[in-house]
């Protein structure tokens, strides 16, 4: 067409037709222009063809995630929801009035672990990638406000956790500096350093100590099971939102 329009406006000029040469060279401006709005228009298009696809690679992977994510808290949660039964059969027993402090060097001597096992490593990977990317910002309104409130809220409750639990961390290496571990795989000094470690304990700074860290490890399990509970209840649901999404 371009071509065309070049022989025409050659033979018009030529013929010193000015006006109709004119009219014609207007016409392959306007031409050239609508050609260059195609192509940017085809190159949009492809562009958000691309920006989608990758949005629906990476929603596969963040729903990935989540799945992993629900398998770490079923196998974890059980045991959570055991030692903390178990920390407050513990405590209720030092609490009964008919208590000892046989009852007490029992407990903490033989019973009580005051160890702490690490909050989980969720998945987060894929959810920084569509954060990161923006990719998060063509989601449905619907769908994008629910990553973003399971997300913030999770992030909430995962650093309350390992706020507390280095709170912890320094209580613990108080109580294990004065005293042995109680109930541990560590529990191995041999009666020689158990005899003398708590031959001469001081009973009131021992039940202190063993209130504190035992009401320190009631918190945490509180807090931990919370965040649990929630990610997995909340993960669930996300998948699912996610499934009909993809499935468009």
């Given at each position: ?49 691309k ?14 995630d ?110 294990v ?34 209130q504190?860290?035992?009401?320190f ?7 931990t099971?919370?965040?649990m ?6 993960s ?7 499934d ?5």
């Open positions: 067409m371009l071509f065309l329009l070049r022989k025409i406006r050659r033979k018009l000029m030529q013929k010193n037709k000015v006006t109709t040469y004119l009219l014609y060279a207007i016409g392959e401006i306007i031409l050239v222009v609508i050609g260059i709005l195609i192509a940017v228009s085809i190159n949009n298009r492809n562009e958000e063809i920006s989608r696809n990758k949005l629906k690679e990476t929603i596969t992977a963040l729903r990935s989540l799945i992993q994510d629900t398998f770490l808290i079923q196998d974890r949660l059980p045991e959570v929801k055991r030692q903390y039964l178990l920390n407050e059969s513990l405590r209720g027993r030092v609490a009964k009035p008919s208590a000892t402090i046989d009852t007490l060097l029992k407990i903490v001597r033989t019973e009580f672990n005051p160890n702490w096992t690490e909050p989980l490593r969720y998945n987060t990977n894929s959810y920084n990638s569509l954060v990161n990317s923006d990719l998060i910002e063509i989601l449905p309104d619907s769908i994008r406000s629910q990553i973003k409130n399971f997300y913030n809220q999770k992030f909430s409750k995962i650093n309350l956790v390992e706020r507390i639990t280095n709170d912890y961390r320094g209580k613990l290496a108080t109580y500096n004065t005293y042995t571990f109680g109930s541990t795989s560590l529990h191995d000094q041999g009666p020689l350093i158990d005899s003398l470690v708590w031959s001469n304990v001081d009973h009131g700074h021992l039940a202190a100590s063993f504190g860290l035992s009401n490890k009631r918190i945490l399990f509180d807090l099971n919370d965040e509970e929630f990610s997995h209840k909340s669930k649901a996300l998948i699912l939102h996610l009909q999404y993809l499935s468009k």
